[in-house]
């Protein structure tokens, strides 16, 4: 029995998507590389389903957290090249040369992991390497590469085929951070080259720099959000036609009537100002909605915005439906179109104080993903 609120995402949203920034990127021989990323079960949608949606649409490579999502990703049937982001000391490496997975060094802990692991199997691994340029997470500081990089560089086992930096503030358009830092990543590059690493590959943007500056695109890019549909808040992209590929939808399982000053939900955080009418729907925390919705968020009923109000519970929210003819079984839009009304993740972070990314990763398990549109 399946119940009534499900996730459906549209795979060909995503190709779309995929294909609007290939567009954007150029279309000839030495145009960027799309490095799709799918980490996170693909921001909620489903990481073996989108990660092929995006293969087929022409994206170079995916991009995963872990060796355990690359290997998901492998066993769901995907062929292209599979970029592992995390921290490799403390892994079990097995996954990268069982699933031909590409590995990131960002340690000197990593490295020697990796090139001990290697050499075991007597094999020579291809590796992206990782600057930090301010982010100050994993990487190799750009500003100490003289020190660091000598024994790295000198692993037989490891060949260096690209290196990369990941963005701080770049959904931060008034910020000029991540100008300092892709000047600092081309410093690093060029000291990687004095020190014999040359010819290699470079990657740095993510959706927002690859929407703000076309200087970091370099020889790949590495879309997000924005593959999804979602444009990082404040962010616009008049010249990138995307199509949100998640939507949230539910049912109505119970209506009934309050009286003016009678509450709902725990804490009696709200309370009718007079007699209405409220709706229960079965999506809660446990789903992966966020508490901070309640009296804040809305809902589309009958193509109509409703509020959510009360408090958001484990398995049920509650919104009001005053004035509108509702019974049990009545569709309830969370996330999605219904008519011409529309609710975005963007709007409802907006609303909570979170950030879209956080909306859509969110989304709990127990809520099946219904694909449409292969």
Known sequence: MIRPTVAAVRLDALQHNARAVRRMLGTTATSPQIIAVVKANAYGHGA?????????AGCDWLACADIAEGVALRRAGVSIPILIFG???VSDLDGIFDHQL?????????????????????????????????????GFRHDNLGRTMPAVLASPHLRFTTVYSHCATADEPESHFLDEQRAAFDRACAHLGAM?????????????SMLRDSRTWY??????????????????????????ALSLVSRIVAVKGVRAGESSGYGRRWRAHEAGTIAIVPAGYADGLD????????????????????SVCMDMITVDVTGLDVSPGDEVVIIGQQGNEEITAREMAAAIGAIPWEVVCRLGSRIERQYEGA
């Open 48 to 56: 073996a389903q989108a990660g092929l949606a995006f293969e087929s």
């Open 87 to 89: 921290a490799l000391s």
């Open 102 to 138: 590409t590995p990131t060094v960002s340690t000197p802990a990593a490295a020697r992991a990796l090139e001990a692991a290697a050499a075991e199997r007597q094999v020579a691994v291809d590796c992206h390497l990782k600057i930090d340029t301010g982010m100050n997470r994993l």
């Open 196 to 208: 014999g690493l040359r010819k290699i590959r470079r990657h740095f943007a993510n959706s927002a």
């Open 219 to 244: 020889d790949a890019v590495r879309p997000g959000l924005a593959l999804y549909g979602i444009v990082p808040p404040p962010l616009q992209a008049a010249d990138l036609e995307l199509r949100p």
């Open 291 to 310: 508490t901070r919705l309640a009296n804040r968020g809305v809902a589309l009923v009958r193509e109509r915005r409703v509020p959510i109000v009360g």
